[in-house]
């Protein structure tokens, strides 16, 4: 069992600048891919930014390319979003997920593990 705790959310202006954190507690950490997805209200959730077990390769959507970037600290059992140049569309909450397989790192349904999630808003 792996527990994920997501924190770094809040309000904050077209333009600036946020950066999620997301703690993991039970299992090796450092044995798990860890992604960010994100779910508007009224909408789907989608895919945001992975990175793999060891931090060697890094994947992202194409909304957030550029302007966000995923990194892993495995000593501090932490995985952070770096989200930049943020506009009102990256209204979202913001969730850590963390898988132990093989799937696409694309694909919700192949992490095993869900933090409860934090909110972003950008204001226009």
Partial sequence: QVRLVESGGGLVQAGGSLRLSCVASG????AYGMGWFRQALGKEREFAAAITWS??????????KGRFTISRDNAKNTVYLQMNSLKPEDTAVYYC?????????????????????????VSS
Avoid at 27 to 30: D, L, V
């Fill in 27 to 30: 299992r090796t950490f450092s």
């Fill in 97 to 121: 997920a963390a898988k132990s397989n093989s799937g696409s790192y694309y694909r919700s349904s192949t992490y095993n593990y869900w933090g409860q999630g934090t909110q972003v808003t």
């Fill in 55 to 64: 931090g060697g390769s890094t994947y992202y959507a194409d909304s957030v």
